[in-house]
């Protein structure tokens, strides 16, 4: 029996990556990562390498079947050099502590973008739909646009094994929203790209395209984020106010380290406006979502133990990098 196995990796486009993937046919193939073979491909045509040396590896790093082949698998993958050292394009080796007592939960937001009209379905051509507020967790068709793409995203998700927890209309026409969850930096950046691949993936049957901007419709709407729910088991186990005030505090003194990694062109979505603190500025606040880091009510109900959410990391963010940089400044306040 023969298998189709989809390697997944994330190109050299600067400021924001792209994702690209090619199939892969495999003979008696049991579906385990273990069997997944280092790969090549053409980094002259991705970026990645000049012409004359173009040759890149692909390591195999997460496996999930693929819910739209049959015998198929979707196979995360990172990028190396010939010589296996990891290219300067692989986030994933930014990962310097890949400790699963951090567990994540990345609130993925984002346009669906209309390729035929080159806007998000619901916006009019030539103008704007409604002013934001009734597109929030709407029903109807007048203000839920998509939903019938959305919502075999959400299945092609689930029978692939990734951990989405819930999606959700967001407050903008056409925005929408998925949950991803996992243990440890390098698990959570791997089950958040493969969702956005078969978002992409799902969007071609529909001529939709999914634009990962952080404010792809300028005006008074609120951009996209991917705000990172994050605990580690002091958190979960601390019972103590002041284990979170460390770490918040702590936060605050590292913005250019978080800043540098939470996506390109957040400065045009992190303004002080649309709930969210403006990009050079760092407060925390219960229950607040224009601050830079909120305390969820649910942390302070079961007595000081549960998470934080930083809600600064824009849509297009790495998620590998962006856990990498929390787990980094977790550790260094509770140090």
Known sequence: MKSKLEYIWLDGIQPTQSLRSKT????????????????????????????????????????????ARTNGYLVMTEVLNADGTPHESNGRATIEDDDDDFWFGFEQEYFLWDTSTNLPPGFPAGGYPGPQGAYYCSVGARNAFGRECIDQHLDACLDAGINVEGINAEVAAGQWEFQVFAKGAARAGDETWVA??????????????????????????NGSGMHANFSNGVMRESGDEETFTRICEHFGTQIGRHI?????????????LHETQSIDKFNYGIADRGASIRIPIVTIEA?????????????????????????????????
Request: negative net charge; charged residues 30%; aromatic residues 10%.
């Open 303 to 335: 007595g000081w133990k549960g998470r934080l959410e930083d809600r600064r990391p824009a849509s297009n963010a790495d998620p590998y990098k962006v856990a990498a940089a929390i787990v980094k400044t977790t550790k260094e306040a509770l140090a």
């Open 24 to 67: 892969r046919v495999e003979r008696d193939f049991g579906g385990t990562l273990e069997e997944c073979p280092m790969w090549n491909f053409d980094g002259s045509s991705t970026a990645q390498a000049e012409g004359n040396a173009s040759d890149l590896l692909l390591k195999p790093v997460s496996i999930f079947p693929d819910p």
């Open 260 to 272: 540098a990694v939470y996506g390109a062109d957040n400065d045009q979505r992190l303004t002080g």
């Open 196 to 221: 956005r691949y078969l978002a992409e993936r799902t969007g071609e049957k529909y001529g939709y395209a999914v634009n990962w901007h952080p404010k792809p419709v300028l005006g008074d709407w």
